[in-house]
Nanobody, 121 residues
Framework: QVQLVESGGGLVQPGGSLRLSCAAS????????MGWYRQAPGKQREVVAD???????NYADSVKGRFTISRDNTKNTVYLQMNNLKPEDTAVYYC???????????????WGQGTQVTVSS
């Protein structure tokens, strides 16, 4: 009953920027944490950044100072501003939300479809 639609991925040169968006829709009563994960070929999925309902943020060491996560609670949307992109940032990026549904008993975990980010000259 929850859909996460991601947008904003693409091809960018090293040093460039991209802004990812993830909009949640459905029978959502509330959303707790939201986050971004990424997975490169042959590697495990890793957390990039997350943000609590109150706006507290955490970042992977590899992206600190370059990426910024934010959210708009009125739109059930989470963003990832990515600056000074590096080739090692190349991956499929997935958004994640912890959401409670109407008529549900608690929070569940939901994932977006993934969006490709490629950083290359």
């Amino acid at each position: 009953q929850v859909q996460l639609v991601e947008s904003g991925g693409g091809l960018v040169q090293p040093g460039g920027s991209l802004r990812l968006s993830c909009a949640a829709s459905g029978s959502i009563f509330s959303i707790n944490a939201m986050g971004w994960y990424r997975q490169a070929p042959g590697k495990q999925r890793e957390v990039v950044a997350d943000i609590t309902s109150g706006g507290s943020t955490n970042y992977a060491d590899s992206v600190k100072g370059r990426f910024t996560i934010s959210r708009d609670n009125t739109k059930n949307t989470v963003y990832l501003q990515m600056n000074n992109l590096k080739p090692e940032d190349t991956a499929v990026y997935y958004c994640n939300v912890e959401a409670a549904l109407y008529y549900g008993l608690g929070y569940g975990d939901y994932w977006g479809q993934g969006t490709q980010v490629t950083v290359s000259s």
